[in-house]
């Protein structure tokens, strides 16, 4: 057996690896997400596992396990000999794919015992029914936009094994980004979320918080509600923010946030509601981010102040250059903000604008097809919640609303009152330091190597025994090309 190779964490490792430690034995963990894809066609399980041994190979990052070093700072370790995780469930007439899709979207991660992908084949031998390939990961190691780019790579994949070809290589280098990460310094950053969200303060329970959420239980019920836009709409959106020289995101956003401050009871020109917002963390400064698997995402605080009697076009161009000119400092996440600002938990919502998702049929040798036909994806936000909203005062006034009566009371400290940006050891966990490494050839850095304290093993009695053991691959070197790639828009 080698020795793991050491990498340094992102922000948002470090705070899901923070929750992990305060979430409680059987307590449901909302950073697990999950894809479900239908294969059309015949399925061959032999080959569809030796694609997926091949894809982890090539990504060595989805081999990562997270732990925390002797300085108890958090620490992701990848190892050769991790074996895949996919077992086959023959589907029987009537089984619902869903439904157990479901119970293996229950079943629980441990991060120290990778690996952190699972992969369910429900396999429907009829003819002229589709099978089901479901995958489930942890946050940790993927994120949204990297699933369509996981999907198609294991169609490549299993069209090489089923050609007798050798295995693709990944695109681009993960460990190329994590290098990025921790060459920025943290004084412009640092420096940037001060200035932009300094003298915050905390207001009273809004009236629209007071609602009781809690469940039979007394946990607090995750609850969905859509609401489906027509495309008229979407056009007539999308020509005026091209017109006023914005996108619709920044729409977007500037409507959730002018909806908290309504909400909460913020006048124009009194403040804003503070809010995090989803970023893809993709720079351009990295070559081939964009097509790279892996966990790039994380959030940023974002506000939209209203000055009184502006425009609505013009509060929504204050905020898109607000955005813009956030964007160096955005690979901070919240951890960066908060840690500029000295302070925790300031959001207690989170809003997310995300490209809609193409149904493409990825051909997978032969007559089959891939499609990604459906994700689940959470998160531990507790909106509404008994929580206030944030805003920061103005012209050093004190801010206050008045808090309801029967108002709950501000929940107790514990695995809801930690946020992916924050850290359950604060004193001693710190983001931006050098990362370790046991061989020349990781992300970047150098110095002596630490081996990560992992936790005991908790899946191995249930793990299918692999037929076949992974070709350990070195990782390639981290030195970035001068080339840049085109990241995603604002």
């Given at each position: 057996m080698?020795?793991?190779?050491?990498w340094?964490?992102?922000?948002?490792q470090?705070?899901?690896?923070?929750?992990a430690?305060?979430?409680?034995?059987?307590?449901?963990?909302?950073?697990?997400?999950?894809?479900?894809?239908?294969?059309?066609?015949?399925?061959?399980?032999?080959?569809?596992e030796?694609?997926?041994?091949?894809l982890?190979?090539?990504?060595?990052?989805?081999?990562?396990?997270?732990g925390?070093?002797?300085?108890?700072?958090p620490?992701?370790f990848?190892?050769?000999?991790?074996?895949v995780?996919?077992r086959?469930?023959?589907?029987?007439?009537?089984?619902?794919?869903?439904?157990?899709?479901?119970?293996?979207?229950?079943?629980?991660?441990?991060?120290?015992d990778?690996?952190?992908v699972?992969?369910?084949?429900l396999h429907?031998?009829?003819?002229?029914?589709?099978s089901?390939?479901?995958?489930?990961?942890?946050?940790?190691?993927?994120?949204g936009?990297?699933?369509p780019?996981?999907?198609?790579?294991?169609?490549?994949?299993?069209?090489?094994?089923?050609?007798?070809?050798?295995?693709p290589?990944?695109?681009?280098?993960?460990?190329?980004?994590?290098?990025?990460?921790?060459?920025?310094?943290?004084?412009?950053?640092?420096a940037?979320?001060?200035?932009?969200?300094?003298?915050?303060?905390?207001?009273?329970?809004?009236?629209?918080?007071?609602?009781?959420?809690?469940?039979?239980t007394?946990?607090?019920?995750?609850?969905?509600?859509?609401?489906?836009?027509?495309g008229?709409?979407?056009?007539?959106?999308?020509?005026?923010?091209?017109?006023?020289?914005?996108t619709?995101?920044?729409?977007?956003?500037?409507?959730?946030?002018?909806?908290?401050?309504?909400?909460?009871?913020i006048?124009?020109?009194?403040?804003?509601?503070?809010?995090?917002?989803?970023?893809?963390?993709?720079?351009?400064e990295?070559?081939?981010?964009?097509?790279m698997?892996?966990?790039?995402?994380?959030?940023v605080?974002t506000?939209?102040?209203?000055?009184?009697?502006?425009?609505l076009?013009?509060?929504?161009?204050?905020?898109?250059?607000?955005?813009?000119?956030?964007?160096?400092?955005?690979?901070?996440?919240?951890?960066?903000c908060y840690?500029?600002?000295?302070?925790?938990?300031?959001?207690?919502?989170?809003?997310?604008?995300?490209?809609?998702?193409?149904?493409?049929?990825?051909p997978l040798?032969?007559?089959?097809?891939?499609?990604?036909?459906?994700t689940?994806?959470?998160?531990?936000?507790?909106?509404?919640?008994?929580?206030?909203?944030v805003?920061?005062?103005?012209?050093?006034?004190?801010?206050?609303?008045?808090?309801p009566?029967?108002?709950?009371?501000?929940?107790?400290?514990g695995?809801?009152?930690?946020?992916?940006?924050?850290?359950?050891?604060?004193?001693?966990?710190?983001?931006?330091?050098?990362?370790?490494?046991?061989?020349?050839?990781?992300p970047?850095?150098?110095?002596?190597?630490?081996?990560?304290?992992?936790?005991?093993?908790?899946?191995?009695?249930?793990?299918?025994?692999c037929?076949?053991?992974?070709?350990?691959?070195?990782?390639?070197?981290?030195?970035?090309?001068?080339?840049?790639?085109?990241g995603?828009?604002?």
């Amino acid at each position: 057996m080698t020795q793991p190779l050491l990498w340094p964490v992102t922000p948002l490792q470090a705070g899901l690896v923070a929750l992990a430690q305060l979430r409680e034995p059987g307590e449901v963990d909302p950073y697990v997400g999950q894809s479900l894809l239908r294969i059309d066609g015949p399925a061959d399980p032999a080959a569809l596992e030796r694609a997926v041994e091949t894809l982890t190979e090539a990504h060595p990052n989805l081999r990562a396990g997270f732990g925390m070093d002797l300085d108890v700072d958090p620490v992701q370790f990848v190892a050769d000999d991790v074996p895949v995780d996919l077992r086959v469930h023959p589907l029987a007439p009537g089984e619902d794919p869903r439904a157990l899709a479901a119970a293996e979207l229950a079943e629980p991660f441990d991060l120290g015992d990778p690996p952190l992908v699972r992969w369910l084949l429900l396999h429907d031998e009829r003819p002229d029914e589709p099978s089901w390939l479901v995958l489930t990961a942890h946050h940790a190691v993927l994120d949204g936009w990297s699933m369509p780019l996981l999907v198609a790579a294991l169609a490549e994949h299993h069209r090489a094994v089923l050609a007798g070809a050798p295995a693709p290589a990944a695109a681009a280098d993960y460990s190329r980004f994590l290098a990025w990460v921790g060459a920025q310094p943290a004084a412009a950053a640092d420096a940037h979320w001060a200035g932009r969200f300094g003298g915050l303060e905390l207001t009273g329970t809004a009236p629209w918080l007071g609602r009781d959420l809690a469940d039979a239980t007394g946990e607090s019920a995750p609850r969905r509600t859509s609401l489906r836009v027509d495309g008229d709409t979407v056009a007539r959106l999308r020509e005026q923010a091209a017109a006023v020289g914005t996108t619709p995101a920044a729409v977007a956003r500037a409507a959730w946030g002018l909806t908290l401050d309504h909400l909460a009871g913020i006048a124009p020109g009194r403040g804003a509601a503070v809010f995090a917002t989803t970023v893809s963390g993709r720079p351009e400064e990295v070559p081939d981010a964009d097509v790279m698997i892996g966990l790039f995402a994380d959030a940023v605080l974002t506000e939209v102040p209203a000055t009184p009697g502006a425009p609505l076009a013009d509060v929504v161009r204050a905020h898109h250059d607000d955005w813009l000119a956030s964007l160096p400092y955005q690979h901070t996440g919240l951890r960066g903000c908060y840690r500029a600002l000295g302070r925790e938990e300031l959001a207690t919502s989170l809003f997310s604008f995300e490209a809609p998702r193409e149904d493409v049929a990825h051909p997978l040798g032969g007559s089959s097809t891939f499609t990604l036909a459906a994700t689940v994806d959470r998160s531990h936000y507790p909106w509404p919640s008994p929580w206030s909203p944030v805003r920061r005062a103005s012209r050093g006034s004190s801010t206050s609303s008045t808090t309801p009566r029967g108002s709950p009371p501000r929940p107790p400290t514990g695995p809801r009152a930690c946020s992916p940006g924050c850290s359950a050891r604060s004193p001693t966990t710190r983001t931006g330091h050098s990362p370790r490494s046991t061989r020349s050839t990781t992300p970047s850095g150098s110095g002596s190597a630490r081996s990560p304290r992992r936790p005991p093993t908790s899946r191995a009695a249930r793990r299918r025994p692999c037929s076949r053991t992974p070709t350990p691959r070195p990782s390639p070197p981290t030195r970035a090309a001068s080339r840049s790639s085109s990241g995603p828009g604002a």
